[in-house]
Every structure is written in structure tokens, then in C-alpha cells.
């Protein structure tokens, strides 16, 4: 009976080593189950827009909003312009309006492209959530230019089409 003792810390030893290993790999192939993936959803920023270091000239960061006007009838955007380098995410937009269907609610994400002295060029734009995919489709490169203080025109670069925006905060 002496060497019960170290043999049944062994044994508790063994065991405790088995399930901590059995439940580490319970968890490993729980988060990395094939197929359970979610789409992570990119949610707009609800803080005001970075003042700091980067590359998105200062007068361009904010909020900014517009209405477009179509045979669905009014359709509002709210774009968000932050700091962050090229490449990085420094746009996002929220577009709500009517369709045929009801309405909609999409919201896009686009990437800092270039800066070209008083305009700064936005990649593609992709969609992080939208309710209706015919109006929440992935957008064309486009560019912002300042207009004055408190308007910014966007600019598609693919169908020239414009539409500008007021500031509505800094």
C-alpha cells in the first residue's frame, strides 16, 4: 500500500491531462467546424470618424448624407468618412429607401485607393449587410471631391454618375 499514493497521483495526473487535452480539442474543432463558418458582419461605425495620423485629408472626414430620388421615391445615404491608410476601410455608407418590395437597408464598406490633391479615390465598395440584394449590390471605384466646406460629390468612375452630399458632423 506504500505505493498506492504516488501511483493514484499518477493516475489522477493521467486523467486530468487526458481531458484538458480532450477538451481542447472539443473547442478547436467546435469553432473550426466545417460549413459553421458565419460571414462575419462589418457593422458601420457608430463613434465619430478618427482625427489622427493617415492618409484621408482632414476636410474629408465626417458624416455626410444625401437623398436620391427615384421612382420608388425618396432614398437616403449616410456615408462616414474616417482616417486610415491606402488601403485600409475608411468609408462606410448606409442606404435606406423604398422598393418594390417594401423597403431596404444595406450597408458597405470601401477601401482607402489613392489621394489625389483635392479628391481622395474609394475602392469598390462591398456590402456588409443588406436586406434586398437588387438594391444592396457591391458598388463601382469612385471618388470624393470637396465641394466648398460642407458638400462632397461622389463620383462613379465606372458610369460618371454624381451625387453629392452635406456634412452632417466633422
Known sequence: M?????????VLAAMATVLILAF??????????????ASPVV??????????????????????????????????RRLTIRQGNIGAVVMTMTADGSSVAGSYHCDFTAKLAAVRGQSI???ASTVAEGS????????????????????????????????TYRRLAP
Open 43 to 76: 457593422q458601420p461605425p457608430t463613434s465619430s470618424p478618427v482625427v489622427g495620423s493617415g492618409d484621408v485629408p482632414e476636410p474629408f472626414l465626417g458624416t455626410w448624407s444625401a437623398v436620391v430620388t427615384n421612382a420608388d421615391g425618396e432614398n437616403s
Open 2 to 10: 506504500a505505493g498506492a499514493g504516488p501511483r493514484r497521483s499518477l
Open 132 to 163: 434586398d440584394r437588387s438594391y444592396c449590390a457591391p458598388g463601382d471605384l469612385t471618388t470624393l471631391t470637396l465641394v466648398g466646406s460642407d458638400r462632397l460629390k461622389r463620383r462613379n468612375s465606372t458610369t460618371g454618375e454624381t451625387l
Open 121 to 123: 479615390q474609394l475602392s
Open 24 to 37: 481542447g480539442a472539443l473547442s478547436y474543432f467546435a469553432l473550426d467546424a466545417p460549413g459553421d463558418h
